[in-house]
């Protein structure tokens, strides 16, 4: 989504492409919460992927559309079954 390759090539341009995504589909109207099962294109690798929303204690943590930046929204957990 960044770029016009094969898509992120480090977690850091993961999360930068899931942020846009989100964003994105939360403007248009689309929900991003739920769970999704998402396949490699030969079926082989499945992730199991669940959004949920996050309720900030501090509103002015939220995204206010003024072009600050969210926390991150994704972390690695490497060696997690």
Do not use: K, Y
């Amino acid at each position: 989504m960044t770029r016009d390759d094969d898509g992120p090539t480090t977690p850091a341009e993961l999360q930068h492409d899931l942020q846009r995504l989100f964003r994105r589909a939360h403007r248009n109207g689309v929900a991003v919460t739920g769970g999704w099962e998402v396949r490699d294109e030969n079926g082989r690798t499945v992730w199991d992927v669940h959004v949920t929303d996050v309720v900030r204690r501090d509103p002015v943590d939220a995204d206010t559309g003024d072009g600050r930046e969210w926390p991150p929204i994704l972390t690695s957990r490497r060696g997690c079954p």
